[in-house]
């Protein structure tokens, strides 16, 4: 068996990440975590005189976890699914004789429900990210923007990287391209068509003419300058209209997607339906859409049960 200590930790860890970015086609930003996760843990593995994984122990992996103390549960959980695929990666490579790290579980953490807006508070946001009336191209832009997260449920990411030929308005459907450049048809409402025709029409060719390469004219959000939206210019679109709406709770882009995913259970949908439009690879992801608000607890109970009244 050969020992990692001849090519050492960088030459490993550079190996498990094309192994995850060529070999399971992992997006560029979760390779980018894997580095940053593993970096740590190896660098502190080294402090402790451990310069070969295989000299390793379950206690080793444990006494590292025990280091990130004033982390939270939810980062002591990432860091350790990082460790956990390293050491797997290892072992089926023949540099392991076994996987130490594998008894070594996450802490459990309080589980943190997603910031999600109520329904009301959804339609005074997409209100608010255009000006009534506007033709102004950014205006028509900003509520096209809002309205295709919402009713698409995308990640910011999918949203600056959809192209124009994307979308199909006459089919109301829209291609998004997610992590490990998976793809899935998701349907696109009456409201987003809309907003987008609007945009399209009469928003984007103004921007497109400011665009300074013709590369830039398959995005189908630009920014003010031609080029393709950045996932800060989103954030600050749903900041902007957050503030202007009078929302107090946190909004961020995600958050669309979390009212996507809630309302929608809430109105009904299965979870494996849900999870399908969301793109998540497990249903175990999309299950904590499925909590349920006390308010509707108690209309429930009192709608169901026969001796609430």
């Keep these: 068996m050969n020992s990692t200590s001849q090519a050492g930790y960088e030459e490993l860890v550079e190996q498990f990440l094309v192994h995850t970015g060529v070999e399971r086609g992992l997006a560029r930003a979760t390779v980018a975590a894997y580095r940053a996760d593993i970096g740590k843990y190896t660098d502190w593995l080294v402090s402790q005189g451990r310069t070969d994984l295989a000299q390793v122990t379950r206690q080793d992996v444990q006494a590292y976890l025990a280091s990130l103390d004033g982390e939270s549960a939810a980062s002591k959980a990432r860091r350790l699914a990082s460790v956990h695929e390293l050491h797997k990666f290892a072992l089926s490579q023949g540099l392991l004789p076994a996987d130490v790290s594998q008894a070594v579980k996450a802490p459990k953490g309080s589980s943190r429900l997603p910031d999600v807006l109520t329904i009301a508070e959804v339609t005074h946001l997409l209100d608010a990210a255009a000006v009534p009336g506007s033709s102004d191209p950014v205006s028509l832009r900003d509520r096209a923007l809002l309205e295709f997260m919402y009713a698409t449920g995308c990640r910011v990411s999918e949203a600056v ?8 308005l006459d089919q109301g459907l829209a291609r ?19 907003a987008l025709e609007a945009y399209l029409n009469m928003g984007r060719p103004a921007l497109e003419r400011k665009a300074s390469k013709s590369a830039e004219l398959s995005a189908l959000f630009l920014n003010k300058r031609g080029k393709r939206m950045s996932r800060q210019s989103v954030w600050l679109v749903v900041q902007e209209a957050a503030e202007r709406a009078g929302i107090s709770k946190p909004v961020h882009p995600h958050t669309l997607r979390h009212s996507f995913a809630t309302h929608l259970i809430e109105g009904g949908a299965d979870v494996r339906s849900v999870q399908e439009l969301l793109g998540h690879a497990s249903v175990t992801t999309t299950q904590i859409y499925t909590h ?5 607890l108690i209309e429930t109970y009192q709608t169901a049960h026969p001796r609430a009244r």
């Design 161 to 168: 990287g959809a192209n124009i030929e994307d979308v199909d």
């Design 176 to 194: 998004l391209t997610g992590k490990g450049s998976k793809q899935r048809l998701v349907p696109v409402g009456s409201y987003a068509r809309k």
């Design 292 to 296: 349920v608000s006390p308010q509707r």
